[in-house]
């Protein structure tokens, strides 16, 4: 491997308008800074925000865009400033790869939620250079936004949990929902919804899933460990789990109402979203106030919570269900994913790829 300087011309898979269909795009990594680390990508995961982002459905879509925010890579060269990684390590990039580093969140160490943070891709960086993801060969990432794949976790198993893994585990963390013992819900089994089951198993958790039909009962129970499966169309069932949940994970990324959950939850639970939705959702404020139950939301997590969530999931043997593809394979998986035909998450082998 050449010096960094010499490593300007990167091949990647971009989206060029809204149709969403990647294609081979060869473009120029950003000048590099004395805290950057040089990454080859080694795999790549696909999340429902990367339909949302390549297809415009936010309206804030530019292109050509390089999709991919679940990055695992190996480091191949330093900024001569990096202290955090060596060349070698096999390290992770999520959403996000910048902060102001000066506002509240930032000093409070969540930076996720900085009003200047700059998203893995479809931004543009310090230097004025717009931000692409990980369907390329490398990438080049401020040290801070750098974690590290803890020994015995596979990197492609490792690539899901940096956005799936993370947003499930942030919330639990930071609404004290981490002791042994309580009672959760999982609203949709797809790629977040299933390391929401086995996370919280991991922690003690009773955790139900919670589904509009039984086609995932098996799945949810034998394979994921689930300790129970409600159908939310079926009226008996559900009013037989009414103030029986602690909390309930809502996954749902596409709209759906808020009103048939909130009766499971008791007192002081909290409904926790976390699909990125376009429409507004409603609810009956009844049915918060009566038992003083909160709806609320959380974003990603933030770095330490990262590194945090992937040395428990090291310790735990946690892994991702997984389908491992090629990068011409890409456009297929994305059709499969939107509808919701993928057990639980694709991988993009990018290093194996002919890019």
């Known amino acids: 491997m050449g010096s960094i300087a010499a490593e300007k011309t990167v091949k990647g898979w971009a989206a060029h308008d809204a149709s969403g269909v990647l294609s081979p795009y060869t473009y120029q990594l950003r000048e590099t800074g004395p805290e950057d680390v040089l ?16 297809k415009n459905h936010l309206g804030m879509s530019n292109y050509p865009m390089v999709p991919g925010h679940e990055v695992v890579g ?6 001569p400033s990096v202290s955090k990684h060596r ?7 999520g959403i996000i790869v910048g902060c102001c580093r ?3 969140p930032c000093k409070s160490n969540i930076e996720q939620y900085c009003n200047k943070r700059i998203w893995t891709y ?8 717009p931000t692409q993801g990980g369907f390329a060969s490398h990438m080049i990432v401020d040290q801070k936004f750098v974690v590290k794949i803890p020994e015995g976790l596979a990197p492609e198993q490792a690539a899901p949990l940096l956005c799936a893994g993370v947003t499930v585990y942030s919330p639990l963390a930071h609404f004290g929902l981490k002791e042994p013992g309580l009672r959760g819900g999982v609203l949709g089994l797809g790629g977040v919804g299933h390391m929401g089951v086995k996370i919280a198993k991991a922690m003690g958790h009773h955790v139900t899933v919670i589904s509009s039909s039984g086609k995932k009962k098996a ?11 409600l159908i939310s169309s079926n009226e008996a069932d559900m009013s037989t789990a009414v103030d029986s949940l602690d909390y309930i994970i809502d996954t749902i990324p596409v709209h759906h109402p808020l009103e048939p959950y909130l009766p499971l939850l008791k007192v002081n639970g909290k409904l926790i ?3 990125v939705i376009n429409q507004p959702l409603q609810f009956l404020t009844p049915m918060v106030m009566l038992g003083r139950k909160t709806i609320t939301g959380t974003f990603i997590g933030s770095m330490d919570e990262t590194q945090e969530m992937l040395e428990f999931c090291a310790e735990k043997g946690l892994t991702s269900t997984i389908e491992i593809v090629k990068m011409d394979y890409v456009n297929e998986a994305i059709e499969r994913l939107e509808r919701n035909d993928v057990r639980y998450r694709f991988v993009v082998d990018v290093a194996a790829s002919n890019l």
């Open 102 to 104: 000066s506002c509240s």
């Open 74 to 79: 190996e480091v191949v060269e330093l900024g």
């Open 273 to 275: 979203l976390m699909g």
């Open 39 to 54: 990454i080859r990508v080694l795999y790549c995961g696909i999340c429902h925000t990367d339909i949302h982002q390549t």
């Open 219 to 229: 799945e949810a129970m034998d394979h994921l460990g689930a300790d129970s499966y």
């Open 87 to 93: 060349v070698g390590d096999k390290v992770g990039v």
């Open 122 to 129: 479809n931004d543009v960086y310090t230097d004025g250079q």
